[in-house]
């Protein structure tokens, strides 16, 4: 008997351990599996990536607008 709870307190442990990497590692996993989902199928092509746009600026459209715009301006107090 003390053989099965020695092994059944293995098995939680084991699932909790794994359990507390997945939160613990959530966004580094996640990425990677989407690297290696990316990786198996064979429909992804890597130059469909658009590398030329820009990082910074996610709106550059509406980014002269309001620089241009004077009632956006900062008053003094």
Do not use: F, H
């Not at 099965?4 to 084991?14: C, E, N, P």
């Not at 990316?38 to 429909?43: G, S, T």
């Not at 890597?46 to 709106?59: F, G, H, K, S, V």
């Amino acid at each position: 008997m003390a053989a099965i709870t020695s092994a059944a307190i293995a098995v939680v442990a084991v699932i909790l351990g794994w359990i507390t990497i997945e939160i613990a590692c959530k966004p580094c996993l996640e990425q990677g599996r989407q690297a290696i989902d990316r990786n198996l199928n064979p429909d992804y092509d890597p130059d469909d990536d658009d590398i030329r746009a820009p990082l910074n600026n996610p709106t550059p459209a509406s980014a002269p607008a309001a620089a241009s715009d004077p009632s956006s301006a900062v008053k003094p107090v």
